[in-house]
């Protein structure tokens, strides 16, 4: 079968942590700063950074509606700014995708505390890899995902209860940065929603690369 092909927003923020990650884990990674990048993709990661600048310059680059067409059908991932950009309340206007039932506050945890690593029990993970340890989740200036309502669900909180990982069927969310460690579970899980959904576009037999398999 063909290996997959994960695009990687790249118009701000840490898309190439995630392009390596991503590489590592024998996919194929194409940059996408246009709507023509989103052809053919299996799915998409918007990486961290700042997301009022990343909602802009998507205006700018025709992106939102393409992207939000996108998000309708296959696999996409937001990391922080990237998550802000998927929900659907951010409390403020800003351009935003709102695919996400979710309403999200930024800069949840204040100036001193704007960044810090934690430990996080996330046991969905254990779907993909049967490694138990928890997962050291780094925050930086970071969301918090304030109120998840149905279809979206929670996948991982903090000791406090905080809600910072989230998925909505095939749309997932972190307030953190997974693409910043040398731990690729979570990248394994958003492939693994990525493999499910490729074959439900694909059923088996119908295979549009024509070269069998
Ligand atoms: N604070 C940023 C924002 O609100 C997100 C930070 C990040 O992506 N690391 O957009």
């Known amino acids: 079968m063909k290996p997959l092909t994960i695009g990687v927003l790249a118009l701000q923020g840490d898309f190439i942590e995630h392009e390596a990650m991503l ?17 053919g993709l299996d799915g998409l990661i918007i990486p961290g950074g700042e997301s009022t600048t990343m909602g ?28 802000i950009f998927l ?9 935003i995708l709102g695919l996400m039932n979710m309403r999200v506050v930024r800069n949840a ?7 810090f690593e934690i430990d996080l029990e996330v046991p969905a993970l254990q779907a993909v890899d049967p490694d138990p340890r928890p ?7 970071a969301p ?12 991982a909180t903090l000791p406090d209860g905080g809600i910072v990982a989230v998925q ?22 958003f492939l693994s929603l990525v493999e499910e959904v490729r ?15």
């Open 199 to 213: 074959a439900r576009l694909q059923p088996l037999g119908d295979d549009v690369s024509g070269n069998g398999r």
């Open 135 to 141: 997962f050291h989740a780094v925050f930086i200036r």
């Open 56 to 83: 802009r310059l998507a205006v700018d680059f025709g992106l939102i509606e393409p992207l939000r067409a996108f998000g309708q059908e296959k696999p996409i991932w937001g990391t922080c700014a990237g998550a």
């Open 109 to 115: 945890f204040g100036r001193q505390v704007d960044s």
């Open 23 to 39: 590489r590592n884990l024998g996919v194929d990674v194409r940059q996408v700063r246009l709507p023509k990048h989103l052809e």
């Open 87 to 95: 929900a659907r309340d951010v409390g403020r206007e800003q351009p």
């Open 168 to 189: 909505q069927g095939h749309l997932l969310a972190t307030a953190f940065h997974p693409e910043l460690t040398d731990d690729p579970r979570f990248h394994k899980y």
């Open 144 to 155: 918090l995902f304030a109120e998840v309502f149905p279809p979206a669900r929670v996948l």
